[in-house]
C-alpha cells in the first residue's frame, strides 16, 4: 500500500472503519465505489486546475489509482451479484485499498483547497466541492432497489440485443459510482466490453448542465466501430442531466452507435429529445422489509418485521400504523407524509423517505401528537399511548454509519433509539417543548447549562462529521445564495416579498470561508434539519440544577433534544451556518447569545466562530425559504401568509442585530 501521510476525514474513516467491522460484500462494494467518486473528483478538479499543486499526488498517479479502484468495484460486483451476504474474499488487502485511494483524493483535495484554481477556476471550485461532500446513491438513500440485482438486468439485456457490439460502461456520479460496476461485469462476462468503464461528473451552472473539459479528457480517445454507450445513474427526474452527459459523449466519442441510459430495474431510449422508457424489470427482493411493509399497508405484517428487527413493542399490545405528520406540515399545511399506498404487482422501488410513520399502541393517540415527539412538537396528552416513530435514514453501510454517528452525538435524541431495516427508530417522548418557548422560562444555571449543551452538541457534530479541511482559500456567496432563493419564492407566491436585494446586501456577507473561520467542514443537518422545532427540551423542571423551587427533592434539569439530525440528508457547513441558524431560529435575547457565545468558546477554544456566526446570520432564511421552495409546491391563501410573516420576523430579528 502506498500511504499519502495525509489523514483522511472523520467520517470518511468512520465509513471505512464500517465496511472493515462487517466484513461482508455488499459493505465492500458500496464503500469502494464511494472511494471512486472521491477520487475521481479530486482527479477532475487536479485536471481542471492545469498544473500539479504543490503537495499533490500527480495526474498519473490519480489516473492509475481509478483505473485500479474501478478493476476492484467491478470484481466487488460480480462477487455481491453471486452472494450479497457473503463475507469478502481477501477483504483486508481490498479495504487497504480503499484506504488508499481516499487518502489519494484527499491529498488532492487539500493541496487544491489551497491552489489559486480554486479561487479563481468555477470549475475546479466546483468539483472540489463534490470532491468534499457525503452523498448516498438513491438505491441506499431513497428510490430504493436491491443493487446487486442491477447484474441481473444488464446480462439479460447484453444477451438479448442485436447486434451484439462491443459496450463502453459510463457511470454518472453519483450514482453511477455504484451502479456501473455491475454493467461492466455483466459486459465482461457476455464478452461485450469495449474497456474499463469510467464515471463522469456532470455540474450546473450558468450555461446549463455540463461535463467539465477534464472529465472530457479521461474518456478513450479511440473506440471500437458500432460501440454502444450505457450512462448508468440513478433514476432520472426530469431527464435533463442524461440528455446534457449524451449530448456531450456524442461530440466526444468516435465510433459509437448508440447511447442509452440504464437505471436500476428501467433501460431508457436517449435517441430523441427526452428520455423514454424501453424496458423495467424487478430490482426488489420479496423478504418483507420494513419499508416495503409500509407501503403495503399491512399493519400485522409491519408490527411483526419491527419486532423481528427489535424494536421493543410491548408484548401483547394491538400497534396501529399512522402517517407522520412533522410541524412543519402542521404549520405550513401542505402535504407532508402520506398514508401507506397498496403495493401492487409484486416487489417494487419505493421512496421510504417520504412516508415516515408511526406505530401506535391502543386508541389513545392521534396522528399528530403521535408523531409530536419524533419530530419536535409538544405533546398533546402526558397520558398518551405508548408510540414509536420510524424515520428512514438508508440502507446497508450509509444508513448504519449514519445511525452510529447519531450515536456519537450523545443524548440529543430519545433514549433507546435504534436502526431497523433502514430506519431510524424513536419512542415516543411525552412533554416535549419547543426550546424556543421553554428558553425564556428557564432559571439561570438551567438556561446556562442547556446553551453549554448545544455548543457541546456542535463540537462534536464537527468532530464526528468532517469531511475535510479546505482553510480559508475556499468560499462562497451566502447573499447570491439567497438572493436567487428569493427570486423563485417571489416568483411562486406571486406577490412582493419582505426581503429583497436591498435587505440582502445590507445583512449578508458577499463572501464567507467554506469551512468557517477555522477551516472545517463538515456534514450538517441544516439542508432539512433547521426549523426552531427541532430544537426541544424534555423533563424541564422549575426548581434549577439544585433542590425544588419549595425546598424538597431536586428536579430533573431539563434535556436538550435536537431532531432531524441524520445527516444523510444534510450538507456540508460549518460551524458558523449552525450558529446563525440556532440564534435566529430560537430568536436569542442578548442575554442568552451572551450565554452561547461563552459556550462556544469553551467548546471550541475562542470566539471567533460565534462572532462570524452572528455577521452571518442571515443566511437562516436561505435554509427557511430553500424548505418552502421544496416542500410548498403552491404557494398560495393562508400558506403564502405564514411563510410570509415568518420571513418577516426572520428578517425583523436579523436586523435588530446590527
Known amino acids: 500500500m502506498v500511504t499519502t501521510g495525509v489523514a483522511m476525514p472523520a467520517l470518511h474513516r468512520a465509513f471505512v472503519d464500517e465496511a472493515r467491522r462487517d466484513g461482508g460484500t455488499a459493505a465492500l462494494h458500496a464503500c469502494a465505489c464511494f472511494a471512486e467518486q472521491l477520487l475521481a473528483d479530486a482527479a477532475a478538479a487536479h485536471r481542471a486546475a492545469g498544473a500539479d499543486p504543490e503537495g499533490a499526488p500527480t495526474a498519473g498517479r490519480l489516473a492509475q489509482a481509478a483505473d485500479r479502484l474501478r478493476a476492484l468495484c467491478t470484481e466487488l460486483a460480480r462477487d455481491m451479484a453471486a452472494g450479497p451476504a457473503a463475507p469478502s474474499g481477501d477483504a483486508e488487502q481490498r479495504i487497504a485499498a480503499v484506504e488508499e485511494a481516499l487518502g489519494l483524493a484527499t491529498a488532492t483535495t487539500d493541496a487544491l483547497w489551497r491552489s489559486a484554481a480554486a479561487r479563481t477556476d468555477e470549475s475546479t471550485a466546483v468539483l472540489l466541492r463534490h470532491a468534499a461532500d457525503w452523498k448516498t446513491p438513491e438505491c441506499y438513500g431513497y428510490d430504493l432497489a436491491d443493487p446487486e440485482l442491477c447484474f441481473g438486468q444488464a446480462t439479460e439485456h447484453l444477451t438479448a440485443r442485436s447486434p451484439h457490439g462491443p459496450v463502453l460502461v459510463v457511470g454518472i456520479r453519483t450514482g453511477g459510482s455504484y451502479l456501473a460496476p455491475f454493467w461492466q461485469a455483466a459486459a465482461e462476462d457476455t464478452g461485450c466490453s469495449a474497456g474499463p468503464w469510467h464515471s463522469v461528473r456532470p455540474v450546473r451552472g450558468a450555461a446549463g448542465i455540463t461535463l467539465p473539459a477534464s472529465e472530457l479528457a479521461a474518456l478513450p480517445r479511440e473506440l471500437p466501430p458500432g460501440t454502444t454507450v450505457v450512462l448508468v445513474d440513478d433514476q432520472p427526474d426530469t431527464g435533463a442531466t442524461a440528455i446534457a452527459v449524451r449530448d456531450r459523449l456524442v461530440r466526444r466519442l468516435p465510433g ?15 435517441s430523441g429529445p427526452a428520455v423514454r422508457p424501453r424496458s423495467e424489470r424487478p430490482v426488489v427482493r420479496t423478504e418483507g422489509r420494513l419499508w416495503q411493509l409500509a407501503d403495503a399497508g399491512d399493519a400485522a405484517a409491519l408490527v411483526a418485521r419491527a419486532r423481528a428487527a427489535g424494536v421493543p413493542l410491548a408484548a401483547g399490545a394491538a400497534y396501529r400504523a399512522e402517517p407522520f405528520r412533522g410541524p412543519f406540515v402542521a404549520e405550513y399545511g401542505t402535504a407532508g407524509g402520506t398514508a401507506p399506498t397498496a403495493a401492487s404487482g409484486g416487489p417494487r422501488r419505493i421512496d421510504p423517505r417520504n412516508r415516515p410513520f408511526t406505530l401506535v399502541a391502543g386508541a389513545g393517540a392521534g396522528a399528530g401528537a403521535g408523531a409530536g415527539a419524533a419530530a419536535g412538537t409538544d405533546a398533546e396528552d402526558e397520558a398518551e399511548a405508548e408510540a414509536y416513530h420510524f424515520r428512514f435514514i438508508g440502507t446497508g453501510p450509509h444508513g448504519r454509519q449514519c445511525h452510529r454517528a447519531l450515536q456519537a452525538l450523545g443524548d440529543l435524541l430519545p433514549p433507546g433509539h435504534l436502526f431497523a431495516d433502514g430506519y431510524l ?5 411525552n412533554g416535549l417543548r419547543p426550546l424556543r418557548e421553554a428558553l425564556p422560562a428557564l432559571t439561570g444555571p438551567e438556561r446556562r447549562r442547556v446553551l453549554r449543551e448545544v455548543a457541546e452538541s456542535w463540537a462534536a457534530l464537527r468532530r464526528v462529521g468532517e469531511l475535510g479541511r479546505p482553510g480559508d482559500h475556499a468560499v462562497y456567496d451566502p447573499r447570491a445564495r439567497l438572493d436567487g432563493a428569493l427570486r423563485r419564492m417571489r416568483d411562486r407566491m406571486g406577490r412582493p416579498l419582505p426581503v429583497d436585494g436591498a435587505w440582502t446586501a445590507r445583512h449578508l456577507p458577499e463572501r464567507v470561508p467554506l469551512g468557517g473561520v477555522d477551516g472545517v467542514l463538515f456534514r450538517t443537518p441544516l439542508p432539512y434539519g433547521h426549523g426552531y422545532w427541532h430544537w426541544q ?28 439530525l441524520d445527516w444523510i440528508w444534510g450538507g456540508g457547513g460549518c460551524l458558523e451556518s449552525e450558529i446563525a441558524s440556532f440564534v435566529v ?4 435575547d442578548a442575554a442568552n447569545r451572551d450565554l452561547l457565545r461563552e459556550a462556544v468558546a469553551a467548546a471550541t477554544g475562542d470566539t471567533r466562530a460565534f462572532d462570524a456566526g452572528l455577521r452571518l446570520a442571515g443566511e437562516a432564511l436561505y435554509w427557511n425559504v430553500k424548505t418552502w421552495l421544496r416542500r410548498c409546491p403552491v404557494l398560495t391563501g393562508a400558506t403564502a401568509d405564514r411563510v410570509h410573516t415568518e420571513l418577516a420576523a426572520q428578517a425583523r430579528y436579523v436586523a435588530g442585530l446590527d
Open 256 to 270: 459509437v452507435r448508440d447511447i442509452v441510459l440504464a437505471a436500476p430495474g428501467r433501460l431508457y431510449d436517449l
Open 425 to 429: 427508530v424513536t419512542r415516543h417522548e
Open 585 to 588: 431560529e430560537n430568536r436569542l
Open 537 to 564: 427540551l424534555a423533563g424541564a423542571g422549575h426548581g434549577g440544577d439544585g433542590a425544588g423551587g419549595d425546598g424538597g427533592p431536586a428536579l430533573r434539569g431539563p434535556s436538550l433534544r435536537r431532531f432531524g
